[in-house]
């Protein structure tokens, strides 16, 4: 394919151009692409990114449309015209109608999280503890008494308590 500009050259680069609900898309060599390219890099406001994203998400039904947090008394309504919560309490409060943006954008209703590179073993090693006294507790609730015990054996391991006394982690 050959550059739309120039006419002469291979197009090697190849983009979209978007304005309004019109798309283009555009095939240039890496000269004229040089020449003719704009700084494409734009700061994003994520609450502008997340206002455009709630407007056709949000279902204001049920309760949540008309609820108001007890914390900030921010309501459905506010959150979508400004694309942000008053406090941590409102994602309680709007749980029923967040829901679906927040499996739109995170791929699931639940934030898994990760651990950051730089963090090391030492974070990995803490939320591993974690995960398995909390599994520890479920087993204990349920009588699974030989999984609990291979689950405080593991915590133990883990922990580097190999000593500690019988019952305690």
Known sequence: MKCENC??????????EIEGSEKKEIHLCEECYRQKATPVQKVVDFAELLKGLLHGTLKEHGAAAQAICPMCGISLAEFRAS???????????FQEAIRPLLEKIQHGARHVGSVPSRAGTELQ????LIRLRRALE???QREEYEEAARLRDLIRTLA????????TV
């Open 125 to 128: 090693r803490e939320n591993e």
């Open 7 to 16: 006419d002469e050259r291979e197009a090697t680069v190849h983009y979209t």
């Open 138 to 140: 479920r087993a204990v």
């Open 83 to 93: 694309g942000r919560f008053g406090c941590p309490n409102d994602y309680q409060v």
């Open 160 to 167: 580097g308590n190999k000593d500690a006394p019988n019952g």
